[in-house]
């Protein structure tokens, strides 16, 4: 325990760095991370946050999901002590169910009025889209811990990522506080804000990737140590960059060939 103790902190160093730095660089800094966002959001205006008169990388549903699933991560990463790979088990199962049900209900609403140009249930609004991501992102979070210990750790343990409702309410106060903070819109957090949901795509993404990598090389399931997982995360980034590449292009094509709203 001694020994990796250390490194459970590393993720958080690391992100606490990234944040400092990007809220001192100039705006036109970040626009690579709206290149990310392009690739998986649309990006319309009214359904996305501005912040010191930018847009934010991704739309407001988007913000909080992949923040909120980078945020989830992170706490996870500090506060498990073991390579946890069971799904969260009932009674919290439900609560994240519930979280997912509110984010898929609140999305159909949301996409009929931009499909039919009326409202269904109620009026949607970038605070709700925002909030039912932020909760949609802290359960992606929860399972993809388990999943991703699952298909890499010879010897993962048999304990469930959420143990306690005390666990669940760390990931809602991970939640809550990204919510308060998009929403107070201060000009020093564009760069945070920013960087955080573009790393959140990207991490996420890199996890997929990667985990296709390890199958390939058909060391899922056996990896031991930490410097084994080194190639499959480089092939992991290197094919996240270029589907994101690909998408843009693809996109861009479509944009110009049929003019494409977003």
Do not use: K
Request: glycine share 8%; with cysteine; hydrophobic share 55%.
């Amino acid at each position: 325990m001694g020994n990796r103790l250390p490194l459970r902190f590393v993720p958080l160093a690391a992100f606490a760095g990234l944040m400092l730095l990007a809220a001192l660089v100039p705006g036109e800094w970040l626009r690579p991370l709206e290149w990310v966002g392009n690739a998986v959001c649309h990006r319309i205006a009214e359904r996305s946050f501005f912040i010191a008169g930018r847009q934010l990388p991704v739309c407001a549903r988007d913000t909080g999901m992949f923040s909120a699933a980078l945020l989830g991560i992170i706490s996870l990463t500090l506060t498990l002590r073991s390579r946890a790979s069971i799904f969260p088990p009932r009674p919290y199962a439900y609560a994240f169910g519930a979280f997912f049900v509110a984010w898929a209900f609140d999305g159909f609403n949301s996409y009929w009025l931009l499909a039919t140009g009326r409202t269904l249930f109620y009026q949607p609004h970038n605070w709700l889209r925002l909030t039912t991501g932020a909760f949609m992102g802290i359960t992606l979070s929860a399972y993809v811990v388990a999943l991703a210990n699952q298909a890499i750790w010879r010897d993962p343990d048999a304990v469930p990522v959420v143990r306690a409702w005390q666990d669940v309410l760390r990931l809602v106060a991970v939640a809550a506080m990204l919510i308060a903070v998009v929403l107070l819109r201060a000009d020093i957090l564009l760069g945070p804000l920013a960087l955080t949901s573009g790393l959140g795509i990207l991490v996420l993404l890199t996890l997929v990737n990667g985990l296709i990598a390890l199958v390939v090389m058909r060391r899922h399931g056996r990896v031991e140590r930490w410097r084994e997982l080194a190639l499959p995360a480089t092939v992991g980034f290197a094919l996240t960059l270029a589907q994101i590449g690909l998408v843009n292009l693809l996109r861009a094509a479509l944009t110009q060939q049929f003019g494409a709203p977003f």
